[in-house]
């Protein structure tokens, strides 16, 4: 295998995986709102699909796992929180908001 061929297969696969975990963060959020959308879960099932022909072809199921797991889980966290299924915060350990914090008594 040449190495444009493995850059492109490479290129594909993370094209393929990004697109499943943002499709798969939009369904999940209309999923929210009581609506089913079966054609976004249809894309994403294809990517992925596509994906893993790509990653398989580069390097095996080897590559299926390290290159399909993250990607599509990092692309999915970061449009979920886009959308605002949930949000992720940075800041100390155990400093807790003043507006999340609850006293008891």
């Keep these: 295998m040449t190495v444009g061929l493995a850059a492109i297969l490479i290129l594909f696969s ?10 798969l ?21 294809l990517l992925l699909g596509f994906g893993m022909l790509c990653s398989a072809v580069l390097g095996g199921v080897a ?4 290159v399909g ?13 886009r959308i605002g299924l949930f949000q992720m915060r940075s800041g100390p350990l155990g ?3 003043a507006e999340e914090s609850h006293q008891t008594g």
């Design 14 to 23: 993370l094209l393929a995986y990004g697109g499943a975990g943002g499709c």
């Design 25 to 45: 963060a939009v369904a999940r959020g209309r999923a929210a709102e009581q609506e089913r959308d079966l054609g976004m879960v249809g894309v994403a099932v």
């Design 63 to 66: 590559a299926v796992l390290a």
């Design 69 to 81: 797991g993250p990607t599509t889980g990092t692309v999915y966290l970061f449009a979920a929180q």
């Design 95 to 97: 400093e807790v908001p």
